[in-house]
């Protein structure tokens, strides 16, 4: 499967350092990242199986991959915002 855990994996193992600079009362956030990423990795699996097995995998890959550019993006997007929360 092409996943790629960057986005999630920065932030959870400083979910205290994660919580102070984003002004939050908890690190339940965080920690919530951490259990939807395993959730979406175990939704998305048999999706990637069927693309690869049906498209072939440039198309896969590139599909994929333009996922995940625009998720990362949105990451980025939301973490420079003034409001956090």
């Given at each position: 499967?092409?996943?790629?855990p960057?986005?999630?994996?920065?932030?959870a193992?400083?979910?205290?350092l994660?919580?102070?600079?984003?002004?939050?009362?908890?690190t339940?956030?965080?920690?919530?990242?951490?259990?939807?990423?395993l959730?979406?990795?175990?939704?998305?699996?048999?999706?990637?199986a069927?693309?690869?097995?049906h498209?072939?995998?440039?198309?896969?890959?590139?599909?994929?991959?333009?996922?995940?550019?625009?998720?990362?993006?949105?990451?980025?997007?939301?973490?420079?915002?003034?409001e956090?929360?």
């Open positions: 499967m092409v996943f790629v960057g986005s999630w994996i920065a932030f193992p400083v979910a205290g994660t919580r102070d600079y984003f002004g939050l009362a908890s339940t956030p965080v920690n919530w990242l951490s259990t939807v990423v959730f979406v990795y175990c939704v998305v699996s048999p999706l990637t069927y693309v690869f097995n498209h072939g995998v440039r198309i896969g890959v590139s599909f994929f991959m333009s996922r995940n550019v625009n998720g990362s993006l949105l990451s980025v997007q939301c973490a420079l915002s003034l956090y929360g």
